[in-house]
């Protein structure tokens, strides 16, 4: 992470300091970028929560948090209590006055210890029904007024769809200027995924190949093996496209379809994302079943494990009919990508926890091997692995060794872990850095999130007028619902069943 400078004095305010996100990624990314020497010298990180804790428990639930989910493993105490000594806590409902006033005069007694006016994050690690009054506030107090030193951060959903999104746009554009928000989209801070920009941009090989001359298709698949978990009321409203392909797949899209960036100017790179977007062939809502396809999960087992379904998880309704699974096929109406499909799968409970980019090359124009030689020839297909065993794989034809000319698929690896022997950052300690630095080239504008609104609008709006007739209709450990298959089979092609590691071939799923 060596883009931009130190960051300045700051202070860090989180809302929602006494929630899931905060304890299990903000503070143990922020502990990280302590320790790697990333963050200045006068930094605060002061919580604002409703719940009752005080300033000594709350460090202590921190740590907690620290110690199960950074990737260093343990806090060390030295390390622990100076790092701590920047934590503080503000108590209160901030929807009542007298908590921004309290907010207001801590952030005025750092300035006046440091001597110095430091930058302000607040960072909305809140409920998206709260973001609007949390922002009003902010915008009373008059803490949205300096575009230099004011920012505020959003996590999504941003939006339930496009018109809910426009609104919060309005909203916040209304007291905040556009440079100040930062709407999160983790996947965008993942050390692969930022690769992408590097492997495509960096290199001559790949981009004069990179089009519809050349390129097959190219296939998204982003599969977790976790259920909804406790998260039921946020996911019964959003469901697996909402959750996942409005933002981190289409995030993904967008880096592998976009053209070659002027500059690494934030606006530069977020206008070449947005392209691609606004290219995405609209889905008319009469065919939203050629283009688009849903599942949810039902019960089964894992190994020795019964495993419940989703409308027997808690919080879920008996008949949900929330996707939990969803899959698209979408084409990019431009000149590099007319007519090259490419097709994106989310899902929960699916057989593996992993997230890849293929690209199926075309194959070659001319065959003159002989038929014998050929038996096991398959086209160039390259693998982005976005996690876990981050890396690269080419595939490409190799004459098996023997007296005889057979040709015979080999793999070209690299992989992040042997080639840089050292751990990666965390999305979030990316993330939150750049926000410190005022980078904002890996976050959302507001027209890259209504455009993705735009994409997947056809395909909410008629799932939710045709209330799904087969759900429960994937196991867990499988790879979705058969009419997945069948979205790909129509054009005569199959998913490719992701590599898991390195040393993993792949084929068509079974
Ligand atoms: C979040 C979704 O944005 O991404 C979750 O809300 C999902 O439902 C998570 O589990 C997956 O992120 P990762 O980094 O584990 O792939």
Redesign the pocket.
Known sequence: MERGNHPQPTVFVIFGAGGDLTWRKLVPALHNLYLDGHLPEHLAVLGVDSKALGEEKFREHLREGVDQFSRRGKTKKKEWDEFASRLSYLGGDFAEPQTGEALADRLQTFDQEWDIEANRIFYLAIPPALVETVAGQLAKLGLCKDCRRDRLVVE?PFGHDLASARALDRTLTGMFAESQIYRID??LG?ETVQNLLAFRFANALFEPIWDRRYIDQVQIT?A?T?GVGH?ASY?EHAGALR??VQ??LLQILCLIAMESPVSFAADEIRNKKVDVLRAIHPIRPEKVHNFAVRGQYGKGRLGDREIPGYRQEEGVALRSSTETFAALRLFIDNWRWQGVPFYLRTG?RLAA?V?QVSILFRPVPHQSFPATAVENWQPNRLVIRI?PEEGITLRIQAKQPGTRMVLGPVDMQFCYRDAFRTTTPE?YETLLLDVMRGDATLFMRADQVETAWSVIAPVLETWESVPPADFPDYRPDSWGPETADALLTQDGRNWFAPVLSEKDGEDENP
């Open positions: 999504k983790h996947y993942k982003v977790e976790v998260r996911y959750d996942m933002n981190h929960k926890k997230s996690q999305a």
